[in-house]
């Protein structure tokens, strides 16, 4: 059978796109590798995304830049990685938030995190600490929650966006323990610690990163951390259990992914680049522990299973909550 002569340029075309995209994936990287982050410098995600890039650069011999695209609680870097080519050239450091927690919270979500990215790896796991300005008189997670209680709605909490996980937790802390605080939403997290650390706001749940170098200063008083475990990075603090909050775990997490269509020869590449100098490194241990951060390493099935267990038990959170974004 003899096909049309159109169909036999077609297949002959596809053929040769075919062959020259394994000899560009075998030269994968060629040019510099961009790392979008959706939220502002200095916030935990970024920070851990310029670590990472450190480590991408020197595995794979190319340049490896972090490009800031904050707003909309993570939202435009998403849409902007999940629009990029899928070439491995423009990655997604992306957040609980973003991953997790905004595909329930937004009813109107213009990317899903496992239909339109590729998985790569989780990067860490960034326990979520309770602070308060220092002239907040509540000296204890308890003291907080009681204060709150005789004074419902009285006492504000700042966050890094409406639907970041900082907003989210406070919220699922203020259902668990029965309290009524006012939320004050800023354009990204490095804001609201600014006027916590200023007295403009009370209170705030965020991350080591964001609030552990004041409290060493004596800016903040941190009150708590919600994990199972007192994190190295400051050991006087009490978990929410300690605190006498109950067992209260809610960390966030940074993790890589590519837009969806990426071969998987360059998801590979990628996660093998990571495999080998990331969570076992000591130099990343230390840079990440200084932070109140712990290194992670998935590979792109075991991160994919763990981003839909993520959607899954954070819908839950959301329906609990009340919380909803539209």
Do not use: C
Not at 79 to 96: H, M, N, R, W
Not at 203 to 228: N, Q
């Amino acid at each position: 059978m003899r096909l049309p002569l159109r169909a036999l340029r077609a297949a002959l075309a596809a053929l040769g796109l075919s062959v020259l995209g394994s000899v560009a994936h075998a030269g994968y990287p060629d040019k510099p590798i961009r790392l979008v982050v959706g939220f502002p410098p200095g916030q935990a995600t970024d920070m851990i995304a310029r670590v990472v890039a450190k480590k991408l650069q020197d595995a794979l011999g190319q340049p490896v830049v972090v490009d800031n695209k904050p707003g909309a609680a993570g939202i435009i870097g998403s849409e902007i990685v999940a629009k990029s080519a899928p070439d491995g050239y423009t990655l997604l450091v992306g957040s609980s938030g973003t991953m997790a927690i905004n595909p329930s919270l937004y009813s109107k979500l213009s990317y899903h995190p496992l239909r339109d990215f590729a998985p790569i790896s989780l990067l860490s796991v960034v326990p979520l600490f309770l602070a308060v300005n220092p002239s907040f008189p509540a000296q204890t997670a308890a003291d907080l929650v009681k204060q709150a209680k005789a004074a419902p709605g009285k006492i504000n909490y700042g966050s890094g966006g409406s639907g970041v996980t900082s907003h989210l937790t406070m919220e699922l802390l203020k259902h668990a323990q029965g309290i009524d605080l006012t939320h004050v939403p800023y354009k990204g997290s490095p804001a609201a610690v600014t006027d916590l650390i200023g007295g403009q706001i009370n209170a705030m749940i965020d991350t080591g990163p964001a609030l552990l170098p004041h409290m060493r200063t004596g800016k903040l008083r941190v009150l708590a951390v919600a994990s199972e475990k007192r994190n190295p990075a400051a050991p006087g603090v009490p978990t929410m259990a300690e605190a006498g909050l109950g067992n209260f775990v809610a960390p966030a997490w940074v993790g890589l992914s590519a837009p969806k269509g990426t071969p998987k020869e360059i998801v590979d590449a990628l996660y093998k680049a990571l495999s080998s100098n990331w969570r076992d490194a000591p130099d990343v241990k230390e840079q990440l522990n200084a932070l109140g951060a712990e290194p992670a390493l998935m590979t792109p099935d075991e991160f994919a299973r763990y981003i839909q267990a993520e959607i899954d038990k954070w819908a839950l959170a959301v329906k609990l909550s009340g919380a909803k974004v539209d």
